[in-house]
C-alpha cells in the first residue's frame, strides 16, 4: 500500500508558473509509475502527465507538452509536476497517482490516488 500527499497548488497568474509535489509513503516507491490527473468543475477527471518507475520514460497529454515536466527523486519518495506557461484553462483540481502496472497511467486502472490540490489561473 501507498499513501500520497500532494503540496504545491494555489493561486497563478497566466503565464505564471507553479510546481507540484506528491510525497509517497512506502519502501516500494521505486516500483511504481507515477503521474499527475486533473478535474475541472463539471469535467471528467483527465490524465496530465506520467513517469516510468526509473524516471526515464515520460508521458504528456497534449494539451500539455511542451510546457509542464513531470519528474521523480526516488530517494525521497517525491514525484513532481513543474508547470509553466499556465493557462486559464488549466485551472483544475490536480491528483497525484500511482500504479505498479502500466507506465501510461489510466483513469479507471490507476490503485492509488492523492487527495488532490487546486490549481487556479487567472486571466
Known amino acids: 500500500q501507498v499513501q500520497l500527499a500532494e503540496s504545491g497548488g494555489g493561486l497563478v497568474q497566466a503565464g505564471g508558473s507553479l510546481r507540484l509535489s506528491c510525497a509517497a509513503s512506502g519502501r516500494t516507491f521505486s516500483s511504481y509509475n507515477m503521474g499527475w490527473f486533473r478535474q475541472a468543475p463539471g469535467k471528467e477527471r483527465e490524465f496530465v502527465a506520467a513517469i516510468d518507475q526509473s524516471g526515464r520514460s515520460a508521458y504528456y497529454a497534449d494539451s500539455v507538452k511542451g510546457r509542464f515536466t513531470i519528474f521523480r527523486d526516488n530517494a525521497e519518495n517525491t514525484v513532481y509536476l513543474q508547470m509553466n506557461s499556465l493557462k486559464p484553462e488549466d485551472t483544475a483540481v490536480y491528483y497525484c497517482?500511482?500504479?505498479?502496472?502500466?507506465?501510461?497511467?489510466?483513469?479507471?486502472?490507476?490503485?492509488?490516488w492523492g487527495q488532490g490540490t487546486q490549481v487556479t489561473v487567472s486571466s
Open positions: 497517482a500511482a500504479d505498479r502496472r502500466f507506465r501510461i497511467l489510466r483513469l479507471t486502472t490507476t490503485e492509488y
